[in-house]
């Protein structure tokens, strides 16, 4: 039974379903019954819904390549079609059609990859070409995967395992396996990268341990302990952009901000404390208990805190630097962005300093009764915004695929644009920052 806290709390936003940050932070891209959304998150105290797209109804995965242009959406209607979307020029770019339904999608400067529950696509980004297929791949029902958003290596990591916490690593663009990582005894729940690609977190199904590698080498490098009363869904990691902190979102009601450090011998020699001599005592103490105890003993707590209004509901959060300051956000089901200052010096519970709308005041929220299946709601008509009037007419996307390119693993290429730069040569997206790289030539 419900507690009286969730039931008064926040609810289910009638037109959401998923949400995702870019690859630095700088814009979130939002899924929703009538479309997409992109917003730029680079100041506090406003939101801008950069475009507003309207191609295809009900989008469950939306994904945008850095600043760009280039935008990948998935459709309830089509699951096991992707769309690749030049959104400025209001045009679609290619799509491609899969043997069995998208669970996720990532994408850097050199790689998009596709995950399906039993299979891994991984094309070129700068034409779409499918370079490898890795079939027959542990069942990974949630689509678990990370990219690397460093394209210098563009390492993937994905589940070794449907049974333990194995971790796959894999090489991108060398297009080979570099190592497994035994992390935790439970599933996986979450992955992620740090920005340079020298670092991977993961989480379990438990949701109480998170643990931090080295990459290409797989060695453990920190341990933090989320909580140990309960057992809880890590529902998003991510590293603060140099990698010094990472943050991790459930279904309960706190975000956690861990710090990653060590402490020197000589820091610990010059100021000894009474807390630094009872923690050599236990460390000294570990080494005779069973491995279990001896591994809690050497976990880290949380650096800082957040406690959300809102419990049970599905989020994801970044760290980001916002106006030459530290803000960790947060991206709610409930149709909200929420943003927070972060103390990277003394940490403890972190300030709201503003909470955006993602959707008008007049799209209503869904009743409580609907919070369970948000996607068993019947689509609403939304109320022309600012951004879908302003927003460049959009080419349709194909109604059927055609069948002239397929790749081993059943990976069928549909029509491209013909006036698009991919008929021709690699992809140039007209930005003020042109991702992915092209050729040097002048604008």
Same mark, same amino acid.
């Given at each position: ?8 709390g ?84 290619c ?25 891994i ?5 700068k ?59 439970s599933?996986?729940?979450? @992955?992620? #990268? /740090? *920005? ?7 989480? !379990?199904?438990?949701? =109480? $341990?998170?643990r ?10 920190f ?13 998003? @990691?991510? #590293? /603060? *952009?140099?990698a010094?902190?990472l943050?991790?979102? !459930?279904?309960t009601? =706190? $975000? ?21 001599y009872?923690?050599?005592m236990?460390?000294?103490? /570990? ?44 991206? /709610? ?24 709308r993602?959707f ?10 609907d919070?369970?299946n948000?996607?068993?709601v019947?689509?609403?008509?939304a ?6 009037t ?28 013909p006036?698009?730069?991919?008929a ?10 042109e991702f ?8």
């Amino acid at each position: 039974m419900e507690s009286q806290d969730a039931l008064d709390g926040p609810r289910v936003h009638r037109g959401f379903i998923c949400a995702s940050f870019n690859q630095d932070t700088t814009s979130l891209s939002v899924g929703t019954k009538t479309g997409y959304r992109l917003f730029s998150v680079t100041a506090v105290d406003k939101l801008d819904c950069i475009h507003e797209g309207v191609e295809c109804p009900d989008v469950y995965i939306v994904e945008r390549l850095f600043s760009s242009s280039l935008v990948v959406v998935v459709s309830l209607s089509m699951p096991r079609r992707m769309n690749v979307y030049h959104f400025k020029k209001g045009t679609e770019i290619c799509n491609y059609s899969y043997s069995n339904n998208i669970l996720s999608v990532r994408l850097n400067r050199q790689r998009l990859v596709v995950c399906l529950e039993e299979s891994i696509y991984i094309h070129n980004i700068k034409d779409m070409k499918l370079l490898k297929t890795l079939l027959n791949t542990p069942s990974n029902p949630s689509g678990l995967c990370a990219l690397s958003v460093n394209h210098s290596n563009s390492y993937l990591a994905y589940p070794g395992s449907s049974t333990i916490g194995e971790i796959t690593v894999y090489d991108a663009n060398n297009l080979s396996t570099v190592t497994l990582i035994q992390a935790h005894d439970s599933p996986l729940a979450a @992955l992620t #990268f /740090s *920005a340079s690609g020298n670092k991977l977190a993961s989480a !379990s199904e438990k949701g =109480t $341990v998170i643990r931090v590698f080295s990459i290409p080498e797989g060695q453990r490098l920190f341990e933090f302990r989320r909580g140990m009363k309960r057992y809880v869904s890590i529902s998003s @990691l991510s #590293f /603060s *952009a140099d990698a010094q902190f990472l943050c991790a979102s !459930s279904n309960t009601e =706190t $975000v956690h901000i861990f710090k990653m450090e060590q402490n020197s011998p000589s820091q610990e020699e010059s100021s000894p404390t009474w807390s630094q001599y009872v923690g050599k005592m236990f460390t000294a103490a /570990s080494t005779y208990l069973p491995a279990q105890v001896s591994d809690m003993m050497h976990q880290d707590r949380a650096f800082a805190t957040v406690r959300l209004n809102m419990f049970g509901l599905k989020n994801i959060c970044a760290l980001a630097t916002i106006q030459k300051l530290p803000r960790l956000l947060v991206a /709610s089901s409930d149709g909200f962005l929420y943003i927070y200052n972060v103390d990277p010096q003394d940490g403890g519970e972190c300030v709201l300093v503003q909470k955006h709308r993602l959707f008008d005041s007049s799209e209503d929220p869904v009743e409580q009764k609907d919070k369970e299946n948000p996607q068993d709601v019947a689509p609403q008509p939304a109320s022309q915004s600012y951004a879908a009037t302003v927003a460049l007419p959009s080419t349709p996307p194909s109604s059927t695929t055609l069948m002239g390119y397929s790749e081993d693993g059943g990976a069928q290429k549909g029509e491209v644009i013909p006036e698009h730069e991919f008929a021709e040569g690699p992809v140039c997206l007209d930005d003020e920052n042109e991702f992915p790289p092209v050729s040097n030539q002048s604008n």
